[in-house]
């Protein structure tokens, strides 16, 4: 299972960690990924890390602003947030992506302007 953490209320400019902490399965194998769905919006992907490199990937609107890393010995996925905007409001959810994708339960971010 994932389960995530650190989300929070903050305000603009402010900074948040979000962690998602992995169990049952073989962490390093799996390339993860963080995605976020704001009130009335569709899930949209936020960042991705791969198991093999650790090679990274961003949305163009959070770009220069969060950062992605893992921690293959804890089994967990970090997303370092800076500059946070009031439209980085969003439920925050981690994912394993493989044949059977699993999915935290989510953390909530809110920014305040």
């Known amino acids: 299972q994932l389960q995530a953490s650190g989300g929070g209320l903050v305000q603009t400019g402010g900074s948040l960690r979000l962690s998602c902490v992995a169990s049952?399965?073989?962490?390093?194998?799996?390339?993860l990924g963080w995605f976020r769905q704001a009130p009335g919006k569709e899930r949209e992907g936020v960042s991705c890390?791969?198991?093999?490199?650790?090679?990274?990937h961003y949305a163009d609107s959070v770009k220069g602003r969060f950062a992605i890393s893992r921690d293959n010995v804890k089994n967990t996925l970090y997303l370092q947030m800076n500059s946070l905007k009031p439209e980085d409001t969003a439920v925050y959810y981690c994912?394993?992506?493989?044949?059977?994708?699993?999915w935290g339960q989510g953390t909530l971010v809110t920014v305040s302007s």
């Open positions: 049952g399965f073989t962490f390093g194998y799996y390339t």
């Open positions: 890390i791969s198991s093999k490199d650790a090679s990274t």
């Open positions: 994912r394993r992506f493989g044949l059977n994708d699993l």
